[in-house]
């Protein structure tokens, strides 16, 4: 099953949005190897955060992630209307294997 | 630049089989693990297998494991799924992604190709 996210989200221009990514014991709470992956409409998706809190390079300094416990977050403080895309958590898990997030829409007023 | 081309994709019955394979380019292939991830429709994102960069080691997803096998060939830059008796639910578009790490235990992916659909239909 995947992790667990809120199907929506929306804000307006400037204002700061979060994205939850719920997981277990058995994934996001054990290891640091939460990702966030970004994808516009008919793309493919794009790694936006890594590790939890990490950008590669070339990502707008605008993501930022975290993690408490189970639950991972990425956070937008100051959206942009190119911001409007689904969003997916990932963690690796203790099976070896790695397990997505439903995914979030996130829609910019 | 690293490029992640895919193909094998198409439109498949019930039962059949099909392999797809991924074309990689602007990057040291055999140093790096790779992963397969599957898109349905509408849906979300689904990791279905991981090979580390010498091929040994390989992780499977369990929706997966048993009816598909990942395999690479580091002479000639390419990842390969070979899926046998699809069903229905197996429609979706595949794509192909470089992981961080040589591997193979799924970690994150910073390339993905542009995918390859599949469709399983009577």
């Known amino acids: 099953s995947a992790l667990t996210q809120p199907a929506s989200v929306s804000g307006s221009p400037g204002q700061s949005i979060t994205i939850s990514c719920t997981g277990t014991?058995?994934?996001?709470?054990?290891?640091?190897?939460v990702s966030w992956y970004q994808q516009h409409p008919g793309k493919a998706p794009k790694l936006i955060i890594f590790n939890v809190n990490n950008r590669p390079s070339g990502v707008s300094n605008r993501f930022f992630g975290s993690k408490s416990g189970n639950t991972a977050s990425l956070t937008i403080p100051i959206l942009q209307a190119e911001d409007e895309a689904d969003y997916y958590c990932s963690s690796y898990t203790s099976s070896s294997t790695l397990r997505f997030g439903g995914g979030t829409k996130l829609t910019v007023l | 630049e690293v490029q992640l081309l895919e193909s094998g994709g198409s439109l498949v019955q019930p039962g059949e089989s099909l392999r797809l394979s991924c074309a990689a380019s602007?990057?040291?292939?055999?140093?790096?693990?790779m992963s397969w991830v599957r898109q349905a429709p509408g849906m979300g994102l689904e990791w279905l297998s991981g090979?580390?960069?010498?091929?040994?080691?390989?992780f499977y997803a369990d929706s997966v494991r048993g009816r598909f096998t990942i395999s690479r060939d580091n002479s000639n830059n390419r990842l390969y799924l070979q899926m046998a008796n699809l069903r229905a639910e197996d429609t979706a578009m595949y794509y192909c992604?470089?992981?961080?790490?040589?591997?193979?235990?799924?970690?994150?992916?910073?390339?993905w190709g542009q995918g390859t659909r599949v469709t399983v239909s009577s």
């Open positions: 090979i580390g960069d010498s091929g040994v080691t390989t």
């Open positions: 992604v470089k992981d961080d790490n040589k591997y193979g235990d799924p970690n994150f992916f910073d390339n």
């Open positions: 602007g990057f040291t292939f055999r140093n790096y693990a």
């Open positions: 014991s058995s994934d996001v709470g054990a290891y640091n190897f």
